[in-house]
């Protein structure tokens, strides 16, 4: 990603959140555990957020009502651990790679390239719309499995096979 974008998208942007999903899934933070027999398996909540992309991405399901609900935001991405940070920007080229993702954001490398910064808003503001909406998307679909089954998320390998399951399907 062109390092002039990827400074635009980094320097203040912080990601939404369906406020209901970041209330549901605190427990499953390290900074939330309180007993030492507990245990979290995300550290930050940007970290749980890359994965409910990945969910949510693989699973091809966008939540697209995000307007209606209430929104919580996080650590704003300048604040992110670098390999997080590297893993959000291989994430955002991943859209990317979707003809269809690159149309309806006008996130267009070949056209980008040339404009001026300020030109650049809309197109970064659209990608990171998508973004939080298969985010959130893999929040409904995490939320949805937690509901089912409590006990889904006592394990600590219970993440992983989440994920295999997604990537079955």
């Known amino acids: 990603m062109n390092s002039r974008i990827w400074e635009k998208i980094e320097?203040?942007?912080?990601?939404?959140v369906v406020e209901a999903?970041?209330?549901?899934?605190?427990?499953?933070?390290?900074?939330?555990?309180?007993?030492?027999?507990?245990?979290?398996?995300?550290?930050?909540?940007?970290?749980?957020?890359l994965f409910a992309f990945v969910v949510?991405?693989?699973s091809k399901y966008r939540f697209k009502e995000l307007q209606q609900h209430q929104l919580g935001k996080?650590?704003?991405?300048?604040?992110?651990?670098?390999?997080?940070?590297?893993m959000f920007k291989i994430y955002l080229s991943a859209l990317l790679t979707d003809d269809s993702i690159r149309n309806e954001t006008g996130f267009i490398f070949e056209e980008?390239?040339?404009?001026?910064?300020?030109?650049?808003d809309t197109p970064i503001k659209n990608l990171?719309?998508?973004?939080?909406?298969?985010?959130?998307?893999?929040?409904e679909i995490l939320s949805n499995e937690?509901?089912?089954n409590p006990e889904a998320f006592d394990?600590?390998?219970?993440?992983?096979?989440?994920?295999?399951?997604?990537?079955?399907e």
């Open 112 to 120: 980008l390239s040339n404009k001026d910064i300020r030109e650049l």
């Open 21 to 49: 999903y970041k209330e549901q899934f605190k427990t499953l933070l390290v900074e939330f555990q309180s007993s030492k027999s507990g245990y979290g398996k995300f550290g930050p909540f940007y970290e749980l957020y």
């Open 74 to 86: 996080f650590n704003a991405v300048h604040e992110w651990k670098h390999d997080r940070k590297s």
């Open 56 to 58: 949510g991405f693989f």
């Open 128 to 139: 990171i719309t998508v973004f939080e909406e298969y985010a959130n998307g893999g929040f």
């Open 146 to 148: 937690l509901s089912e």
């Open 11 to 16: 320097k203040n942007r912080t990601l939404r």
């Open 155 to 168: 394990h600590f390998l219970s993440l992983m096979k989440i994920h295999e399951d997604i990537l079955k």
